[in-house]
């Protein structure tokens, strides 16, 4: 990750303008703010920040999207962690553990005297507990605890996990962003209703071990994570978290320069992050995170049903051309099919030399020249710009192309359309949930695999495949599968590979300490962001 040191501006807009911000009006905040965000008008030490739209129910068993990600990891805890900007697994609450010669034991040293929020303990048996919830509740991240044969509590600091079978990506499921959570036992018990197993509770409460308890949670409006006085490590900087709900980009740039937020997390234009960075009362943070954005192809149905006419789009456009306009230098086009930090560099280069011939000579067999094209928006500016220019590149070859935009949920539930309400083309990304190619496969690829096997890929050997691939020893053993795999998607030509997604946070230049995770670089640590 490089961090940046940045610049900007603004502020008489404010009492003219009818400008909200969770209910409050601007002029409302920043004053109460006394004009620095830091400060909530009782004393206490607050960091403040947007999101650009409520995430999805706050419990860590459901939760399954990117927005979501910091009050998860502010709330709740797992039993290890990335280590940022890198793939090396780090302990969280299991202070060590040991692996079986035979890769089906996982033994993990818990730290002791953990406590949940609500003063229970968080111990080995908690954590039994907790897995078995994920695998009830059955949503999303259960297949991480899918492959558990059985987990014991020898003593009150001991977790043995027994798989079914070996799985060399186990750890990175433990370590990944929607990681199985310490979850409390009794919280649970307590606030079940029937046998939801508090899933209704859990929408706007927490029971994690996390340095922040979750105070207010309002949908559309705010959520606010006050700091656990008796949390297991060092105490956070920040008295309290102030995430307000505010979906255009445009506000929240005019927020940040005025002094109501700290931190903007993502979603600026590229203009802007350029802008930010010749400011020196900003700090701009980019690092690429986990996902490729990339061109998928609607296989399923409408004129890229044909292979012949995908395998043609593989070479019609100058990537470079692409990116190099889009992001103005702040990424590189992608050299990889896969995304590097998920599989060796140069072991599946991907370097098409441009030809838009072969695209043109089969522009005039087809049924239809229209295409359209959507682009996803949690994916911001840039990705509307990356449509326009696929879109110019390929009007010289026939095809009428049109650009709209695609809400993330809208996205999420492209596997339960039917195959020709789905756009033609995508500009969105590919990446797993962990540093780990099984994760990508698993998720994007797998036969039935929802919500992200957007355009319903299945195909059976791919399935074997990947499963043979995590039982492997040895990273050499497992990369010999993989390559079989990309041999036959590549063949398949489902999607172009654009760019590694660059991430680009920006803060007023008192804010220090911010470690990016490994996955979503937009994502903090909160218990080591602090105002200088």
Known sequence: MTRTPINLDRRTFLKASGLTVGGLSLAHLVAACGG???????????????FLQDMQVPDPDIMYEGEGVQVMSACYEGLVNYKSGTSEIIPRLAESWTVSDDQLTYTFKLVPDVKFHDGTPADAAAWIKGLERRAAINEGPAYMVTGIAKSEAPDPTTLVVTLEEPNN??????????????????????????????????????????PYVMKEFV???????????????????????RIEIVPEVATQKLQLDQGAFDLVSKGFAIADVLHYQQNPQFNTITAPGATVMVLWMNFSAGIFADKALRQAMMTALDRSSIVETA?????????DFWPENMFPAGMVPFDPAVDIAPLQAQVPTLSSTN??????????APAQQVAELIQTQLAPAGLNVTVRAMP???????????????????????????????TVLRIFLRTGAKPLNYFQYGNLEVDRLMDEAITKPTDDEANEVYLQITDIIQDEALWIPLCRRM??????????GFEGNSYVPYIFDPRVIRRA
């Open 327 to 335: 992001f103005q230098g702040l990424t590189e086009v992608q050299s």
């Open 408 to 438: 993330s949920a809208e996205s999420f539930d492209l596997a339960n359309q039917p195959a020709e309400r789905r756009p033609d083309l995508m500009v969105a990304g590919i990446g797993g949930d962990a540093l780990h190619l099984d």
């Open 371 to 380: 295409v359209d094209l959507a682009w996803v928006t949690s994916y911001g």
């Open 219 to 241: 949908p559309g409006s705010h959520y606010t994570l006050e700091r656990f006085d008796d949390y297991w490590g060092e105490a956070p900087h920040f008295q309290s978290i």
């Open 36 to 50: 620095e965000a830091s400060q909530d008008g009782q004393g206490n030490l607050t960091l403040r920040m947007p």
């Open 169 to 210: 990506a186990f750890l990175h499921y433990a370590a990944c962003p929607w990681q199985p959570y310490a979850v409390s036992p009794t919280a649970v018990e307590t606030h079940a209703v029937g046998d939801d197993l508090a899933q209704e509770w859990l929408k706007t409460h927490d029971a994690g071990t996390g």
């Open 503 to 512: 991430d680009n946070t920006v803060t007023k230049n008192q804010i220090d």
